[in-house]
């Protein structure tokens, strides 16, 4: 198998002790906010953030709020962010420095002084024409891509799209198949299995494979997937009491859970963080350059190196090599087809 075929999975090789991708020129005046508490956001609503601090060892706090935060000594703090931010977001995921009272007590409000350099950002568009990006998640490790294999049935070119976005974003990709007990996931796994795209295969009527467990742990993974693809009974399934701690994070930010559309950050039980999104059901992708695309489509990747000069890979072009390589066989036509699609919704706007 070509080194190409296999990006993703050097990725994530690679992805221990990758360097930050963007790095933020420091500011050489300011202030020391070196007795700030560290704290990571795990949901924002109108303008204020619900961080969660962890107990330094040793430091636990004695009572209350360890339930709350679902994890021995962690609390959770209401902040703002501090005026001197300027215009620096704050995003699920940010690793923030808190100033204030940071007690997490009824009422309190802490202040947000500082935000992290991200190792990773995962930005969606509403639309492919529409030009804002906006971040949604930092320090992502992982996306994971939940699909029914039936009812709804799977749709593969949206699978395709959220690749895209998970390789534009320095992302590793998790397939996550549920309702096996409905259908076969073979056929999805021959497509993506080639591609080095990792996957786990779920059912609500038996327990979690101890993949899926192994996949997830101490990592960041955000969930995305259409609704009634089984995401919730997942979420559930992870962190059995993840209703109530949502429901808690939604108390303090005034909100119900059913009417937020927020992205939440969880804590699961046997470590790491899983990122529910309701409110995102795929990417638009108007910000990836286009040239970039193919990059999440390794297959197509390979073949495309025999294509002329400048080929830009479109129906169009007279002799792309991912034309011959559907005449001889040796490409799926669909897999060709999502692409261009793809592509397609991109070329529109390459002038943005
Ligand atoms: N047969 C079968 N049904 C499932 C499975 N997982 C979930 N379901 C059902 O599929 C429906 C949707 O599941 P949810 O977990 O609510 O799906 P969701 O993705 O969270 O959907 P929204 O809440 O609309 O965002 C429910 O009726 C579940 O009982 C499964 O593994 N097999
Ligand atoms: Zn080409």
């Known amino acids: 198998m070509s080194s190409r075929q296999r990006r993703f999975e050097v990725d994530d090789h690679e ?6 991708r963007r790095t933020r020129p420091r500011t050489k005046q300011r202030p020391n906010y070196a007795d700030a508490t560290t704290a990571v956001v795990v949901t924002r609503d109108r303008g204020r953030y619900t961080c969660r601090v962890e107990a330094k060892a040793g430091h636990a706090r004695p009572t209350g709020d360890t339930e709350n935060a679902g994890d021995a000594g962690a609390r959770q703090v ?8 300027g215009r620096t977001s704050v995003i699920v995921g940010d690793r923030v420095r808190l100033v204030g009272d940071v007690s997490g007590d009824p009422g309190s409000l802490a202040r947000i002084v500082e935000v992290e350099e991200r190792a990773t950002v995962l930005r969606r568009t509403a639309d492919d024409d529409d030009p804002i990006e906006r971040p949604i998640v930092a320090n992502a490790d ?4 939940v699909t029914a294999l039936a009812d709804p049935p799977p749709r593969p070119r949206l699978i395709d799209r959220c690749l895209v976005a998970a390789y534009d974003a ?3 990709p998790l397939l996550c198949l549920t309702k096996a007990d409905l259908a076969s996931p073979e056929e999805l796994l021959d497509i993506y299995r080639p591609l080095g795209v990792h996957s786990v295969v779920t059912r609500h009527d038996e327990e979690l494979g101890e993949l899926v467990r192994e996949r997830l742990a101490d990592r960041v993974s955000v969930l995305v997937g259409h609704s009634g693809v089984g995401k919730s009974t997942l979420v559930n399934t992870l962190i059995p009491d ?3 701690a949502t429901g808690e994070v939604s108390d303090v930010t005034g909100r119900g859970r059913h009417t937020s559309t927020q992205a939440v950050m969880l804590r699961l039980p046997f470590g790491g963080w899983i990122v529910d999104t309701p409110g995102i059901r795929s990417f638009g992708l108007a910000h990836v350059d286009p040239h970039r695309l193919i990059g999440a489509f390794g297959d197509l990747d390979d073949v495309a190196e025999e294509c002329p000069r400048g080929c830009t890979h479109q129906r169009t072009e007279p002799e792309c090599a991912l034309d011959e390589a559907v005449a ?3 490409l799926d036509p669909a897999r060709v087809e999502s692409y261009r699609r793809l592509l397609d919704s991109r070329e529109l706007h390459a002038g943005d």
Do not use: C, F, N, W
Request: net charge positive; aromatic share 4%.
């Open 15 to 20: 992805s221990y002790g990758r360097p930050a």
């Open 78 to 85: 209401l902040a703002m962010r501090a005026r001197t931010l």
């Open 142 to 145: 992982q996306l994971v891509i």
């Open 170 to 172: 320095d992302v590793e």
């Open 242 to 244: 993840a209703h109530r």
């Open 328 to 330: 001889e066989g040796r």
